[in-house]
């Protein structure tokens, strides 16, 4: 009889870097997820996402974000997929770490996204978060190149960029709020110029994912 990793490979994913754990976003932890969005993820006059999702009501956040979800893992194949992970901290979801590709097999690029709960923010979570998830990318997923981007008045993200060996590409302008230009900064890492710290990075579950998004071994 198949399991539920058989059906969706991503649910089988578990990347340890010392504390920091990235999983696959089953139904359980999604939960966990939700309830940690209704938290708060920024200040209410900061706006850190191309997507004002954040700031719906709460109840309806949630809602929102288990559809989000629900949504990706339905039309997920190699041609347009979004990985995303939960990612805990001694067991407990403090955020979810993410990567959207589009014509993976040939492009072997995508963008990467995350966020905190904002109580576990400004603690250096989000580096090693992003370290291991790249150490993921690149040497268990058949990644060449990753990007990234974050308005140029977060400097909490870009700083994240940097530090992980991001190097920044074209400023784009967009609209993020209703009626509001803002300034968005492209970065890309490649292989060459990612910065992966000294603690080391366990994958399991990977084989069956590189399967799912098209790559033949």
Not at 128 to 133: C, G, K, P, S, Y
Not at 174 to 179: A, M, N, V
């Amino acid at each position: 009889m198949s399991t539920l990793v058989d059906l969706y490979p991503p649910f089988g994913l578990h990347v340890v870097a010392g504390p920091i754990e990235l999983r696959g976003l089953t139904d359980d932890l999604l939960l966990e997820l939700c309830h940690l969005a209704e938290a708060g993820i920024h200040d209410p006059g900061e706006m850190p996402f191309y997507v004002p999702w954040s700031t719906a009501p709460v109840g309806e956040l949630s809602r929102n974000t288990a559809a989000y979800h629900w949504g990706k893992r339905s039309t997920f194949s190699p041609d347009d997929f979004c990985l995303d992970l939960a990612v805990l901290l001694d067991g407990r979801v403090i955020g979810a770490q993410g990567i959207a590709a589009t014509h993976f097999p040939v492009t072997r690029t995508g963008e990467t996204g995350s966020w905190l709960g904002r109580e576990f923010q400004g603690r250096g979570l989000g580096t090693a978060v992003r370290r291991a998830f790249c150490a993921l990318l690149f040497d268990h997923l058949g990644f060449e190149e990753i990007t990234s981007a974050a308005f140029v008045d977060n400097p909490a993200s870009l700083g994240v960029s940097r530090k992980v060996g991001y190097r920044p590409t074209s400023v784009r302008r967009i609209k993020r709020r209703e009626g509001e230009l803002a300034l968005n900064q492209g970065l890309v890492l490649t292989p060459g110029t990612f910065v992966r710290g000294d603690v080391p990075v366990e994958v399991t579950g990977a084989a069956a994912v590189r399967a799912f998004i098209g790559l033949d071994d």
